[in-house]
C-alpha cells in the first residue's frame, strides 16, 4: 500500500505542474499576439530607413563622413547580449549565451571584449566571468522606444569615447512561435554599404546631404536597437510557449503512464488480498 500512496502522490504532483505549465502556455500565448503585432509592424520602417541611411553614406567622401562611420582597429568590442529576464523558455537564452561565449573564445579571442546585458539571464550568465559594463534587465518591465533609446544612446557615447571600437548585437530574431534565429548584428561603426549598391537612389537634399545623415543616424541606431530588442521580446514569448506546450504533453503522457503503473498495482494488491483470503479459509477448512 505504501506503494500505491507513493505513486498517488506523484500523479497528484504531475497533474499540478501539467496546470502550472498549461496556463503558463496560454499568458505566452496572448502575450506573443502583441509583441508579434509589435515587431511586424515595426520591421518595414526600421529596414527602410537603415537602408536609407546607407545609400546616403555612401555618397559622402571620407572628409564628410560620419564619426559614427569611422572604421578603427578593433582593439575593445563591446557585446550587447540581448536575452529575458525570466527562464522556462527552451533553450532561448542558452543559445544566446552559446554564442556570446563563441565570439568572444572565437573572432574576438584576441581583444578586450566587454558586454552589456539587457535581460537578467545574460547579466548571471557573464557577470562573474566577463567585463559587464552595465544591466538593463528593466527595460523589459516597460518596453518603450524612449528607455531602449536611452540605452542606444550609451553605445553610440561609449563608440564616440573611443572607449568601444565595435558594437555588436546578439539577439534571437522572431520568424514565427516556434523558431527563431540567433542574429550577430554589427551595430557600430555602421555597415557601408556593398559597392554595387551605391547610387541607386536619386534624392534631392535638402538643407544638404551631411546634415540629414547626422540627424537621420542616431535616430536610426536608436530605431536599429529597439528592433533588436522587440525582436528578441516576441521571440520569447513564442518559445516560451512553445516550451510550456511540450511540457505540458508530456506531463499528460507521464501522468496517464502513472495511472496505469497505479491501476496495475492496485489490481495486484487487491488480486493478493483475495489470495490471502482463499488460503485462509482453506487453511480453516482443512
Known sequence: MANLKEIRNRIASVSSTMQITSAMKMVSAAK????????????????KLTELLQNLSATLDADSGSKFAEQRAQNKVLIVVITSNRGLAGAFNSNIIKQ????????????????????????????????????KSEVFD????????????????????????KIVLVYNKFKNAATQEIITEQFLPIV?????????????FEPGKAEIVEQLIPKSLKTQLYKAVRDSFASEHGARMTAMHK??????ELRDQL????????????TNEILEIVGGAEALNS
Open 142 to 165: 516597460n518596453l518603450t522606444f524612449d528607455n531602449v533609446a536611452a540605452i542606444a544612446e550609451l553605445l553610440m557615447d561609449r563608440f564616440l569615447t573611443n572607449k568601444a571600437d
Open 192 to 204: 557601408p554599404i556593398e559597392t554595387g549598391a551605391k547610387g541607386n537612389a536619386d534624392y534631392i
Open 259 to 270: 495511472k496505469l503503473t497505479y491501476n496495475k498495482a492496485r489490481q495486484a494488491a487487491i
Open 100 to 135: 556570446v561565449n563563441s565570439l568572444v573564445n572565437g573572432a574576438y579571442v584576441n581583444q578586450q571584449v566587454s558586454i552589456l546585458a539587457i535581460g537578467k539571464k545574460g547579466y548571471d550568465a557573464f557577470k562573474k566571468t566577463n567585463d559587464v559594463i552595465a544591466n
Open 32 to 47: 506573443l499576439k502583441k509583441a508579434q503585432d509589435a515587431i511586424t509592424a515595426m520591421r518595414p520602417y526600421a529596414d
Open 247 to 252: 511540457a505540458t504533453d508530456n506531463a499528460t
